[in-house]
């Protein structure tokens, strides 16, 4: 240990976790730290009111401490009201593992991380996020039981992406039929910014309809393995946010929707599967509202993934647990009208009522 211990001048300048800017009223915040493997990881316990907080682990290469910390603390609160606006009995949570999931993920790691998950006797459930696989769930799962979406041979539901995708094409329908009087994606044109696991699903889906299909990557194999898959093509303008589309679908990673985004965007709907696609969910709300965008709220629509793992809670039916996901669909018009008639922006809608239901658990409690 050689922690530099800090003069009290020094302390009142560094930020606590209480007063960081995603801080929410989470209500336990985990460190976890293990010498031998290398493992920083920061496990976000927001809300427990409906049910345990269940979240995946991302692991990604922070550029800070800090970075990992905001990044876990928004995306807890996002778990919690998206298994609240799905009727889920689940509160919400995630983890972030600090570090290259390319060079630095071990099964050493992934089993010390599960412990201490493990540690938490089921108030935080796993599964996983960007940075990780069904095999890494699966080690996981040789620690601690507090982990869903491992494989279906082990008796899990597997890789929840292609569940997710379905529910993100769902909400994309719904945001077309009240913006274009229409939910049919034929000859619409979508920009998918993001071909990983979810996005590749979503690009399927709009392709066997009929829809054209503009896909953006940083992954240059990806994008020719989808554009010759799905006859998707490849966006090849400078900048993506003024392409000519119909449909913008954030499917890599959140904050793109922002001060510098919006004024550029000639789509007139986003529905995608990144997390927290609003940098700043009342101002750029807002500003979507007054541009005429229809933003289908994010933690509705790619809810589909949380939807399938509470399933292999449950005991798992495919069956099911599609027509759930297909009912993001009906959930998404619902909040769109809604928002409409009461002045709000759709994400206010979205987290009205997810707030309330989570409000009126803890009355009956
Ligand atoms: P993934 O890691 O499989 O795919 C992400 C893709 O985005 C990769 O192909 C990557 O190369 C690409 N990418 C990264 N930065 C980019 C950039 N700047 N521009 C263009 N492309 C970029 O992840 P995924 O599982 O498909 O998840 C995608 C998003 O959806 C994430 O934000 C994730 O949190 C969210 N999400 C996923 C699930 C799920 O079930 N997997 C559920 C809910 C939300």
Redesign the pocket.
């Known amino acids: 240990m050689n922690a530099e211990i800090l003069n009290a001048d020094e302390i009142k300048k560094v930020a606590p976790v209480f007063g960081q800017l995603s801080f929410d009223e989470h209500e336990q915040v985990v460190f976890c730290y293990d010498k031998d493997t290398g493992l920083k990881a920061i496990i976000g316990i927001h809300n427990t009111v409906l049910g345990p907080a269940l979240g ?1 682990t ?1 692991m990604w290469n922070y550029s800070s401490e800090w970075e990992a910390l905001n990044d876990v603390l928004r ?1 807890s609160r996002g778990m919690t009201f998206k298994s609240s606006i799905s009727g889920l009995d689940l509160g919400g949570g995630k983890a972030v593992i600090i570090g290259d999931a390319k060079t630095q993920k071990s099964p050493e790691l992934m089993r010390r991380f599960g412990k201490f998950v493990d540690s938490l006797s089921g108030k935080y459930i796993t599964a ?4 990780m696989q069904t095999e890494d769930m699966d080690t996981v799962r040789e620690v601690t039981k507090y982990v869903t979406g491992i494989s279906e041979h082990l008796g899990g539901s597997g ?3 292609p ?2 995708g379905y529910g993100v094409y769902m909400g994309m329908k719904a945001a077309a039929k009240y913006k274009f009087g229409t939910d049919k994606l034929e000859g619409k044109k979508v920009l998918v ?8 699903t979503v690009v399927k889906h709009i392709r066997e309809e009929g829809g054209e299909v503009f896909i ?4 240059q194999e ?1 994008l020719e393995a989808v554009q010759q898959k799905y006859g998707a093509k490849i966006y090849t303008g400078s900048d ?1 946010y003024t392409a000519d589309v119909d449909i913008y679908a954030p ?4 904050a793109t929707v922002n001060d510098e985004t919006i004024g550029k965007l000639k789509a007139q709907v986003i529905a ?4 927290n696609q609003l940098e700043n969910e009342a101002k750029h709300g807002k500003l979507l509202q007054e541009k005429g965008i229809v933003y289908a709220p ?1 933690f509705l629509i ?5 939807i ?1 793992v509470y399933a292999e809670l449950k005991g798992y039916n495919r069956q099911e647990t599609m027509a759930k996901t297909e009912n993001i669909y009906n959930t998404t018009l619902e909040i769109l009208n809604k928002a409409e008639e009461s002045k709000m922006t759709t994400h206010q809608a979205a987290l009205k009522i997810a707030q309330e239901r989570i409000e009126k658990k803890k009355q009956e409690k």
């Open positions: 995946g991302r995306l996983e996020d960007v940075g890789n929840p992406s569940v997710t910014q993001g071909i990983g696991n979810v996005g590749e953006s990557d940083i992954n990806r993506l499917c890599a990673l959140g995608g599967a990144a997390n994010d790619n809810a589909g993934g949380v399938n």
